[in-house]
């Protein structure tokens, strides 16, 4: 797969965003180039807490397009499961890594290069697509949640109605045969499928 966001050559712009969830501050250290540097944006923020009100599991699921860490981060200390946090922008990654050092959990962090080498099955994957990369790059991420979820795994992907909801919402129903919308809040929906 073509990677739809990869580092640049500009200068650093380092910063430090708070998240407050279940009585912890989790403090990520963000980036110029990196998506939602100021705030963990309220689609994350929604995804985050809709996992870790519905989903009951263990063992590691994956983070795809991790970003500097908020979503694989948080589910994995709250749920006590292992992140496998995929990310293809490389300065995004390191400060993954550094995010998950600070929260004092253990994590991996791969490329997506590394990641579509492997052959990792997990039970749980969730995502907050680039929509910015265009229809292609969401639908095989969709694709790829199907192929690497174990059998009654489950995806969880936050998606605004203005960026397609609907349509996606049909490409999970076709590819895993149910989607169901968990939340809908401000605009933004949370659909699951289960394999």
């Known amino acids: ?19 407050d969830f279940n009585d912890y501050t989790y403090r ?3 980036d110029r180039g990196v998506f939602s540097k100021n705030n963990v944006d309220y689609g994350s923020a929604l995804l985050i807490k809709t996992v870790v009100d519905t989903y009951q599991g263990d063992g590691s699921f994956i983070d795809m397009g991790a970003g500097y860490g908020p979503i ?34 253990s994590v991996e962090v791969m490329s ?28 095989e991420i969709l694709r790829d949640a199907y192929e690497r979820l174990t059998l009654d795994g489950a995806i969880y992907m936050v998606v605004q109605k203005k960026q397609g909801m609907a349509s ?19 605009g933004y929906y949370i659909l699951k499928s289960i394999k």
């Open 1 to 19: 797969m073509s990677h739809y966001y990869t580092t640049d050559d500009t200068p650093h712009e380092y910063g430090e965003t708070t998240f």
């Open 168 to 186: 996606y919402k049909k490409y999970l129903q076709s590819t895993f045969g149910n989607v169901q919308i968990v939340v809908k809040d401000k």
């Open 72 to 105: 694989g981060i948080i589910i994995g200390r709250e749920l006590g499961m292992h992140p496998i946090m995929v990310e293809v922008n490389k300065d995004a990654a390191d400060l993954a890594d550094e995010n998950a050092k600070r929260a004092g959990i």
């Open 112 to 139: 997506r290069h590394d990641f579509d080498e492997s052959n990792i099955d997990t039970s749980l994957y969730v995502t907050n697509p680039p929509f910015r990369a265009g229809k292609d790059v969401v639908l």
């Open 28 to 30: 990520f250290k963000t």
